[in-house]
């Protein structure tokens, strides 16, 4: 074994021991990384009051009320994980994104075991991107409706232009 | 005829000589001087071209997304540069390893030049990010772990900059420029799977090896010349500035030939 073959497997057993350790770090600390947490688990473990958490999950369609109080507008709807829903209530201006069958996350504090009222709403976009038309026409032919969630997979194989 | 195959053993040693020919051929800096000024002329100009092409056609004759409407063009300069700031990255680390290991004069150079550009690359991608974050997102920014990470890509970028030129001795920035570039190789698959083993507010990927892309060919193709066009603008950029490093090396050996042995390359 030469000399420079001896330093290349040195740094490389650096570089595999380096890579050991940072996964074990991000596996313990996994539950502090995610973003946020899902209707199920806020209802099976709700957070100590007053505590900022940051619920993620689908708009439930048809859930979506507008109301007024004194002049800001307040809204309030359901949010779900698909087995079960917790109903947010926000004052406040919605991001552009915000419509029914959305993913979004607001951040607020848990109220009672359904009910969460958010300081804040973000809209998270999904990973398909096609032009209006062929939204229009997927929704026309009955192969997705928005509001019931993101596209299933197969539509891309029949309707891409 | 049976002993003109030779044994599998033997196909495999002259394979490797022939690798290691190839690299030390390739490699030197004089004649990669050469090759990289003959060449620079079609890598610029082609650059210019896909861009031109890419850009064009995302931003003003693709069609506007669905849900994000014409902020969606942002994506045509947001996806290149975040790729390239990953790409940029394991380039500089596999010039730490022909540093730390072969302790390559072009290796050296290389990892000087190249981490400026990635350093750029990494902030446009940071910056259109955010931009796009605002209307679509609702915010700025977040602490998620896509982005997050790739913010450590950045420091790491930084880090990689100053700690290469901290030194009275070259040779010692080089190695130590190089254990960092090394080190911080971990943060690449970091990124490239945070949106999967995490949830978070950045979406997934659009276009991956294993499954079909998710995006609208009308989309996927500006997105590709444009990628096209900010990886060769990359490779131009750095050919221009590894040139002009190799010639104030060649500069400075003519005017202080006693430092030669210890302050060069």
Redesign the interface.
């Known amino acids: 074994m030469t000399r420079k073959t001896r330093r290349l497997w040195l740094v490389l057993i650096c570089i595999a021991c380096f890579g050991t350790a940072i996964g074990l770090i991000l596996r313990a600390f996994s539950s502090d990384i995610v973003f946020f947490v899902t209707p199920s688990q806020i209802v099976a473990s709700p957070p100590p009051d007053h505590r900022l958490v940051k619920l993620g999950g689908m708009v439930v369609a048809g859930s979506v009320h507008y109301s007024k109080h004194k002049e800001t507008p307040v809204v309030t709807f359901d949010v779900t994980d698909g087995r079960t829903a917790v109903t947010v209530t926000y004052q406040g201006i919605l991001p552009d994104l915000f419509r029914e069958g959305q993913s979004v996350i607001v951040i607020g504090t848990v109220t009672s075991k359904h009910r969460f009222t958010a300081s804040e709403v973000l809209a998270k976009h999904d990973e398909t991107y096609m032009p209006k038309e062929v939204a229009d026409a997927l929704r026309k032919s009955g192969k997705w409706d928005p509001r019931f969630g993101p596209p299933p997979p197969d539509i891309w194989h029949s309707n891409q232009n | 005829m049976p002993d003109s195959i030779p044994p599998r053993s033997c196909t495999s040693h002259t394979m490797i000589t022939r690798t290691r020919h190839f690299f030390h051929y390739y490699a030197n800096p004089g004649r990669f001087y050469h090759i990289s000024t003959r060449i620079q002329p079609y890598v610029t100009y082609s650059a210019l071209f896909f861009t031109f092409i890419g850009l064009g056609w995302g931003l003003f004759f693709s069609?506007?997304?669905?849900?994000?409407?014409d902020t969606?063009r942002i994506?045509y300069i947001h996806v290149p540069t975040a790729i390239l700031a990953s790409a940029g990255y394991a380039a500089l680390a596999l010039c730490g390893?022909s540093t730390?290991?072969?302790q390559h004069p072009l290796a050296n150079l290389a990892a000087m030049e190249i981490a400026p550009v990635g350093a750029c690359a990494t902030a446009l991608c940071l910056i259109t990010g955010s931009l796009r974050g605002k209307?679509?997102?609702?915010?700025y920014w977040?602490?998620?772990?896509r982005l997050t990470s790739v913010l450590i890509l950045f420091f790491l970028y930084l880090g990689h900059i100053s700690l290469i030129r901290a030194f009275e001795d070259k040779q010692r920035g080089y190695q130590a420029a190089a254990i960092l570039a090394?080190?911080g190789?971990?943060d690449l698959p970091?990124i490239k799977f945070s949106v999967d083993?995490?949830?978070?507010?950045h979406?997934?990927?659009?276009i991956t090896l294993t499954?079909?892309?998710?995006?609208?060919?009308?989309?996927l193709w500006p997105l590709i010349l444009s990628m096209l066009g900010f990886s060769l603008g990359f490779c131009a950029l750095v050919f221009a500035r590894l040139r002009a490093a190799i010639l104030e090396v060649r500069i400075r050996a003519l005017l202080f030939p006693s430092h030669r042995r210890s302050n060069i390359v």
């Open positions: 069609p506007p997304d669905w849900q994000q409407g969606v994506m390893l730390l290991v072969w209307p679509m997102w609702g915010t977040v602490w998620d772990a090394l080190a190789v971990i970091i083993w995490w949830n978070t507010l979406q997934p990927d659009s499954r079909a892309p998710t995006i609208s060919r009308s989309m």
